[in-house]
């Protein structure tokens, strides 16, 4: 038997909830991380292989994430035990009796996640109410569709490109993975006159040091083709894009895609963390090592959260993405210098700047975790 306890340290998790309901199937974990900040915000995610381990590391990863973002959101998550892709009415029962059984938990507030959409928020929205990331019907953000997160990566790429001396103008821009995170992020910066030289998805990589039409290879993967369809471009294999040559290499695609054994092959000065933990800790010390910043993923990525937390105060998407400048802009330049001027890795920098926002919410509570006050929702 798992003892809840090994998790717990001075940040928490404040609560952990098994959820378990026979005749349905259902089975699922809620860690509440930290709402010192505030109610919790973090995605359900389903897969038949998810456990509690992982969803108390997700929780705190959103603790940071929130924190360091400047939200007035504390971190949780969700994990769901299933196929995502089973029949979906039997996904929708799943998902509506887990909002059911979590309808009192008011230090948590449902977002999607991998394997649960803005479909799946409708019927937590039906059931309880308290989603964010709804339909855009619902009075929702679309996120994914306006490309939040990618364009967060646009201002912090500018920033940090502003930081180590070399001009978004004309920087050579290498995206791994070009999904919701990594077309948008492609598009924003080609707008602000970088060269998409180096892109890829599962199928495979492609390289054209003269430039890569942003427009025309997302109108390609809009209608359903591959990177590899791309007509003016040289084709490599899916790996390859590590070695294409450039300023600012983006990795939006998996977790651990650089590590001891690759990161040597990276030929860049910047790389900006789209997706959630794509270098293993010790790569992200060596390229530190060989003079390379990498803006930690928290930090980097935090643009979808942001909008999500603006949706769940009834902001406009227009006032939803100048909070996503602002903030961004402002963590990014206050993460670096910290850690320039400490000689400390950026992610250390992050860590750091997240934990005292937490704690210092933490000393205005009676209870350090937790708020005692009526209607903390
Ligand atoms: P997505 O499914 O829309 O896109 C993923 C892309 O990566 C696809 O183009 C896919 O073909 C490609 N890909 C998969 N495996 C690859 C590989 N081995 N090599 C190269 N390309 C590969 O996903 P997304 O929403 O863009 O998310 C990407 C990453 O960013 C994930 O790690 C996710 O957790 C993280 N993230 C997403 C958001 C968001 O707002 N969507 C926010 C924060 C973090």
């Known amino acids: 038997m798992e003892d809840v306890f090994t998790f717990a340290d001075a940040l928490g998790p404040l609560k952990v909830i098994h959820v378990h309901e026979p005749t349905l199937g259902l089975r699922a974990v809620l860690v509440v991380d930290n709402v010192a900040l505030g109610p919790s915000i973090g995605g359900v995610r389903m897969a038949v292989d998810v456990s509690t381990a992982e969803c108390f590391r997700l929780a705190r990863a959103m603790t940071l994430k929130n ?12 994990v769901l035990y299933g196929d995502p892709k089973m029949p979906k009415a039997q996904k929708q029962a799943l998902i509506r009796a887990l909002a059911k059984t979590l309808r009192n938990e008011d230090t948590y507030i449902f977002a999607p996640d991998m394997g649960t959409d803005e479909e799946c928020m409708a019927w937590v929205r039906d059931e309880i109410g308290r989603v964010v990331a709804l339909p855009r019907e619902l009075g929702g953000i679309p996120l994914d569709e306006i490309g939040a997160t990618g364009l967060g990566i646009g201002h912090v790429t500018e920033v940090a490109a502003r930081h180590c001396g070399c001009p978004i103008a004309g920087a050579r821009v290498v995206v791994q993975g070009f999904g919701a995170v990594g077309k948008h992020a492609a598009r924003v910066l080609a707008e602000k006159g970088a060269v998409l030289v180096g892109a890829a998805d599962s199928t ?4 054209n040091p003269a430039g890569i039409d942003v427009g025309k290879l997302s109108a390609i993967k809009a209608s359903g083709g591959r990177v590899l369809d791309y007509e003016d471009a040289s084709k490599l294999d899916r790996e390859a894009v590590i070695d294409i040559a450039c300023d600012v290499w983006i990795p939006a695609a998996r977790p651990d895609v650089i590590d001891e054994g690759n990161v040597d092959r990276l030929k860049t000065r910047l790389i900006i963390e789209g997706a959630n933990i794509p270098i293993t800790p010790a790569a992200e010390k060596m390229l530190a090592d060989r003079g390379v910043l990498c803006v930690p993923d928290f930090i980097a990525n935090a643009g979808g959260v942001i909008c999500a937390a603006m949706e769940y105060r009834g902001a406009s998407e227009v006032a939803a993405l100048a909070a996503i400048e602002e903030k961004l802009r402002r963590n990014t330049r206050e993460v670096l210098e910290q850690s320039a001027t400490r000689r400390i890795l950026p992610r250390q920098a992050a860590v750091d700047l997240a934990v005292a926002r937490v704690k210092k919410a933490m000393g205005y509570r009676r209870y ?10």
């Open 67 to 78: 924190s360091a973002a400047g939200l007035p959101h504390g971190g949780g998550k969700a």
């Open 204 to 207: 495979g990589a492609i390289a």
């Open 368 to 377: 350090g975790l937790f708020s005692s006050a009526p209607g903390f929702v």
